[in-house]
């Protein structure tokens, strides 16, 4: 009998693995296909949209149109984690998913099909602010989603780690992302911006397949059927999420200001490196280089505060990175090719990693099951908000000095203040069991 036992409780013990990594790939793939198609985007406004969906005149005010459209899906994002924080909440978090993976999806091929200025008129920014819409929408939820899906599917003692692959798709798909756009960026800009800009928006539909057809297999967490079959979900998550969580909420928000690094990076980085001379398709190499080992070291930075807890290694690495983005701005100015490359790699590797991998756990376990979808989604939202127009705001400072790259840093680095603030106050819940997050401490 005590064999048996032992028996049922290993085959159980391997079932919950197995559905565990079956998240974590969905999880991955669902990021993967996100940041693929938002950075895309950001490179495509770094690099073209100023110059095919605007009319010509000042460069530098056409740029500031781009990035306000870039921008735009960052206040879509709120509206979106509403909405599909309800429905993550109310009926499960595998339809959800799928959901917004769809969503993001087709609005990033359409994309690919718009019409530029000479074409349409102002139709073409007008259908590209709408699509970007759609893109925010999705985006609103999709990281939340996959991260409560992944936190609640992993092992006792090793969520941090399964969650953080969520973080890892969106280094892939940043990865990705570059990749396609290297060879855009190496053809004659007359190709470039009459047609060669629109193939990595196609590509996206490889991704969307693939990352479909595993996000259908999956499963609803047990501990989110156990609320669903006692009759124990609220009707209103979002309402109910503000009223027994008010203080997680806020911690949320002010700790999602980790996330202006990597945007800012990756769409304001690239614009002033090319104002500086350095090559477009050198940017492109910084960025895939620092991602790929990003892969790796996100999960392994995750299985660090699994084992340390979170708010230790969250810390160390927000303010590494607020400290870093000057360097980075330094060596972006000078035009050093090699620093440009190791700086930005122990930034998206090294300190970034170790904040961004264990978000996708941390702010998930300070909610409970039944507002956990809504309450990560819309507190998330409000630093990846601000992060949207730090593009923005960072061209506005600097303008045409390109010596002027201080006030850039500066961005970034209260960001990172904010962030810090946030995590001093949360509640380390690394060692919490799974059916007690988010309830009251005793």
């Known amino acids: 009998m005590t064999n048996t036992a032992t028996g049922a409780g290993i085959g159980a013990e391997q079932r919950q693995l197995k559905r565990a990594k079956k998240a974590a790939l969905a999880a991955f793939l669902g990021g993967a296909l996100e940041y693929y198609d938002f950075f895309i985007y950001a490179t495509a406004a770094s690099l073209v949209f100023s110059k095919i969906f605007f009319p010509s005149g000042d460069p530098t005010v056409a740029l500031i149109a781009s990035f306000a459209t870039f921008g735009v899906a960052y206040v879509a994002r709120p509206f979106g984690a509403v909405v599909f924080g309800h429905l993550g909440d109310k009926i499960g978090r595998k339809n959800t998913l799928v959901l917004t993976l769809v969503l993001m999806g087709s609005a990033t091929f359409l994309i690919g099909v718009l019409p530029d200025f000479n074409t349409a008129g102002y139709w073409a920014p007008a259908l590209l602010v709408l699509l970007r819409l759609m893109q925010g929408l999705s985006a609103g939820a999709e990281t939340a989603g996959a991260s409560a899906l992944s936190t609640e599917e992993a092992p006792e003692g090793r969520r941090g780690f399964f969650a953080s692959f969520a973080m890892s798709g969106i280094s892939a798909g940043i990865v990705l992302a570059s990749l396609a756009f290297l060879p855009v960026a190496a053809m004659s800009e007359a190709d470039r911006l009459a047609w ?247």
């Not at 259908?216 to 969580?245: C, I, W, Y």
């Not at 850039?408 to 007690?436: C, D, H």
């Open 196 to 442: 060669g800009w629109r193939i990595p928006f196609w590509l996206s539909l490889l991704v969307l397949i693939v990352a479909y057809l595993v996000r259908r297999s999956l499963e609803e967490p047990e501990v989110f059927e156990e609320k669903h079959d006692h009759g124990e979900l609220v009707k209103l998550p979002f309402a109910k999420m503000f009223k027994t969580h008010p203080a997680q909420f806020f911690q949320v928000a002010l700790m999602s200001f980790e996330t202006v690094t990597n945007t800012f990076m990756q769409s304001f980085g690239l614009a002033y490196a090319v104002s500086v001379g350095v090559p477009a398709s050198t940017m492109l190499w910084v960025s895939i280089t620092g991602n790929i080992i990003a892969v790796i070291s996100q999960p392994f930075m995750a299985w660090l505060s699994d084992r340390y807890g979170r708010r230790p290694i969250f810390i160390t690495g927000v303010l590494g990175s607020g400290l870093m983005i000057f360097v980075y701005f330094s060596v972006i100015s000078t035009g050093n090719i090699p620093m440009i490359f190791l700086t930005s790699t122990l930034i998206t590797a090294g300190t970034y990693a170790m904040s961004n991998a264990i978000y996708p756990a941390w702010f998930s376990e300070l909610f409970n099951v039944k507002v956990r979808y809504s309450g990560m989604a819309i507190g998330l939202q409000v630093g990846i908000l601000c992060a949207g127009f730090t593009p923005l705001l960072g061209t506005a400072l600097v303008g045409a000095d390109k010596a002027n790259w201080g006030p850039a840093a500066w961005i970034v680095a209260a960001s990172s203040l904010l962030a810090v603030a946030g995590a001093y106050w949360a509640r380390e819940t690394s060692k919490t069991p799974l059916r007690e997050l988010g309830n009251p401490v005793r």
